[in-house]
């Protein structure tokens, strides 16, 4: 077996592995992974994909890329092929992990890597991201199913009311997730959040790029304050199977919380997608964030995977 430059092949030989990663994330995420794999085979064919391959007699069968963002190396995927000849595909892992990390910390301006793999469970993956200084924080990928009921909207505080997301709320939703996100666990994991650019690069990824689903407009919503106009909070969903939605991002500034906000942007949401016939609501939150993980349990939602986020600053 060897670990070779993935801008040694070509989306002939990565296909298979794909179709492989694609099913994998059908049968434990519910999600549709055939946008981005073929996202991912066009950038391997115009060998722009930094990344490792693992190869076997000529046959491709883990891989693993990054990219760059600025000062910051993030961590894209992780696969190795269930069934392949070797004992233990965890060491390949581990072998491809090592790589990517080393490459990582040696690139020139490059200050800091952040990771999360969402099919590998907990722990599994963890020990070349220890062994190089990493942080590890728990995620949990949460699902609630979409039953046919719809529950009455709650009521909501005087002052606010929710409606649909449009392109004119992209920099006050920024200004909102920067102010929610200050102090937060979840800003130690993507440093995005830290900084107005930073969350209207974030919003970017997620409304206009397909790398987490295709952004749905339709389920997205703001909370606004009704006299002073000003946003405080919001939901963003994106679809990840026909019928899957995603919370990419729910949030609600701090002078706000504990009115039930975050419940109705979620109960709007599910509303949307169940009229819709969605038949299922993912999301992923960091463990320590107990406040939102126990919102989301008295929604319904259930724990179904649980896996590691990674940051390194040097
Ligand atoms: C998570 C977040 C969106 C919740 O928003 P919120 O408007 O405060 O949420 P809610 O008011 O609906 O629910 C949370 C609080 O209300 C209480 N609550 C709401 N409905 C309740 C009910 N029916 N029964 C009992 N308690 C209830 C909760 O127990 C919790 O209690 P607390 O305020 O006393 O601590 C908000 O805290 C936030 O923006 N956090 C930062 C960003 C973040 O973590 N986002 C989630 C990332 S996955």
Same mark, same amino acid.
């Given at each position: 077996m060897e670990i070779l430059d993935?801008?040694?092949?070509s989306s002939v030989d990565l296909r298979p592995l794909l179709e492989d990663e694609t099913q994998v994330w059908s049968q434990?995420?519910?999600?549709?992974y055939t946008g981005s794999a073929d996202m991912i085979l066009r950038y391997v064919d115009a060998k722009i994909l930094p990344g490792y391959a693992a190869v076997d007699r000529g046959r491709v069968f883990g891989y693993s890329f990054f990219v760059y963002e600025g000062s910051k190396g993030v961590i894209g995927d992780l696969f190795v092929a269930d069934g392949s000849r070797l004992s233990d595909p965890h060491e390949v892992e581990s072998r491809l992990l090592t790589h990517v990390i080393e490459t990582l910390q040696q690139?020139? !301006?490059?200050h800091r890597v952040e990771a999360q793999l969402l099919v590998h469970e907990a722990g599994v993956v963890s020990r070349p991201f220890v062994a190089q200084g990493f942080q590890r924080h728990v995620r949990l990928f949460m699902v609630l199913p979409l039953g046919s009921t719809s529950k009455p909207p709650l009521p909501l505080p005087q002052d606010i009311e929710i409606r649909r997301w449009t392109e004119q709320d992209y920099q006050p939703a920024a200004a909102t997730i920067t102010a929610a996100y200050r102090g937060h666990v979840d800003s130690e994991i993507?440093?995005?959040?830290?900084?107005l650019s930073g969350s209207l690069r974030f919003l970017n990824n997620i409304v206009?790029?397909?790398?987490? !689903?295709t952004f749905d407009p339709e389920s997205s919503f703001v909370a606004v304050?009704?006299?002073?106009?000003?946003?405080v909070g919001l939901i963003l969903c994106s679809r990840v199977r026909n019928d899957v939605g995603h919370v990419t991002q729910v949030c609600v500034l701090p002078e706000y919380r504990s009115y039930r906000l975050g419940e109705a942007l979620m109960e709007t949401t599910a509303g949307n997608l169940r009229q819709r016939k969605f038949s299922l609501l993912s999301l992923t939150v960091t463990e320590a964030n107990t406040r939102a993980v126990d919102l989301y349990i008295r929604l319904g939602f259930e724990t179904k995977r649980i896996f590691d986020a990674f940051v390194w600053e040097g």
């Open positions: 993935l801008r040694h092949f434990l995420l519910s999600w549709d690139s020139p !301006g490059i993507n440093d995005q959040y830290r900084t206009r790029f397909p790398g987490c !689903g304050h009704k006299r002073a106009r000003t946003l």
